[in-house]
């Protein structure tokens, strides 16, 4: 495995690569959602292929600079990581490699990231383009894997793809979660523990949802009662969104869309989404 973090060093390995070139952007502070990820990249690849995980919390997608700042940069267990788990190349570079000074351009995402996240993080998802295109190109790779966790992401990563011609496949892999339920995430390492033990209850309502007999109106209050019963989280949103375009769907009416009900929550400063698909057949 080799570690760089200058661009040309980069474009250096990659000349070297062969085979399939599989990409698993991240941010770093590893878990086994991270893993998941990286052993898809593996599996793409081939023993012949090349599997490169970028590192880099990327300052252009934060809204906030406490989030920024309060990040977790764990550098070394990252590399350990990577080196017992198949990678090839790790890109860890800084901000000032990525962006020069003066930046002035962007992928702007105008569709997808209006609702859900998008909403209340200005800006986030013209940030998330903007580095996975950089990403692409600086790696070359032919694959780019990304975690369904993020759903809002991917399809706004698809879209991107789709619409600028970027000759890239995008794979999306299923969520992991701890043993109670909590979707994997690396901020979960920055919740208190009287949070972190609150916090399976997001998943754990929104699994109610699936199995919800009455009206999607008070399926809605239900799972939003459950989330907030304790007094300790603060949803930022519950939605029930089109999961082909994101748009808020009309829970009054009958519909055989395929549904997302998605959920972001506060805990303290840590913010943690989550998301079920819902069968069409709950809405009444
Ligand atoms: P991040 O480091 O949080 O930017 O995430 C890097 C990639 O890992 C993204 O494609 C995420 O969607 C994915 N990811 C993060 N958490 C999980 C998880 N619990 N399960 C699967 N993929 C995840």
Known sequence: MITVSEKHELKRAMADAHGRVVLVPTMGALHAGHLSLIQRARMEAGTDGTVVVSIFVNPIQFDRADDLEAYPRPVHDDLAVCMTSGVDVVFMPTAEVMYAENHSTVVGES????????????????????????????????VAIFG???????????????????????????????EDGLAMSSRNVRLKPEHR???????????????????TAAMLEHVRGEIETSGLARIDYLTCVD?????????SLTTTKDL??????????????DHVRLPPRLLS
């Open 197 to 215: 033990a609150d916090a399976p209850r997001i998943y754990r309502a929104l699994r109610e949802a699936l199995a919800w007999r009455g009206s």
């Open 243 to 251: 999961a082909q375009n994101l748009e808020p769907v009309d829970t």
């Open 111 to 142: 569709a997808l990231s209006r609702h859900l996240c998008g909403e209340s993080r200005a800006g986030h998802f013209d940030g998330v383009c903007t580095v996975c295109l950089k990403l692409f190109l600086l790696s070359g790779c032919e």
């Open 260 to 273: 997302l009900l998605a959920v972001a929550v506060h805990y303290g400063p840590v913010r943690l989404i």
């Open 148 to 178: 369904e966790k993020d759903f809002q992401q991917l399809a706004a990563i698809r879209r991107m793809v789709r619409d600028l011609d970027v000759p890239v496949e995008i794979i999306g892999c299923p969520t992991s979660r701890e």
